[in-house]
């Protein structure tokens, strides 16, 4: 084989590997569950749910094409629903830095600001809304989403 064939087999076979990636990716197929309910089940934890969290989902559901289900209950059955996929998303004032990270994925913050009790306005915490983690084709429609609200 001559040297000039051994970089373009190189990039063959990169792009062959490639090819069989599937980035990003849902692993439970959460978005292709919604797309096919017709509708985002969002747990709300915090009553009534902010402005802000509500035009949010509002505007991702549109997005999608889906209408949005609410389900309230306590916080620990609603994250569960949330790590068990009966859930898509989770809303209601949660900073950024909230502890729930090492349960659920994180949403890009957005607007206004969270105030946290006992917190001055000028230490108050970006807001964000979470999910299943690993669902990373669902993470990429919905920061679009937030990020597409905020231009």
Known sequence: ???HLRPWLWLIAALAMLAGC??????KNTLATIERQGA???????????????????RFAESLGVRTDYVRGPSHALLAGLEEGNIHLLAGDIP?????????????????????PGRSESRAEKRVLLLRKGENRLLLRLNRSLREAGQ
Do not use: Q, W
Not at 96 to 116: G, I, K, Q
């Open 1 to 3: 084989m001559t040297r």
């Open 22 to 27: 599937y980035f990003p990716d849902d692993p």
């Open 40 to 58: 985002v089940k969002v747990g709300v934890l915090a009553e009534p749910l902010p402005e802000a969290d509500t035009k949010a989902i509002a």
């Open 96 to 116: 950024e830095d909230t502890p729930m990270e090492s349960h659920a994925a994180l949403s890009n913050p957005y607007p206004p600001r969270v105030m946290l």
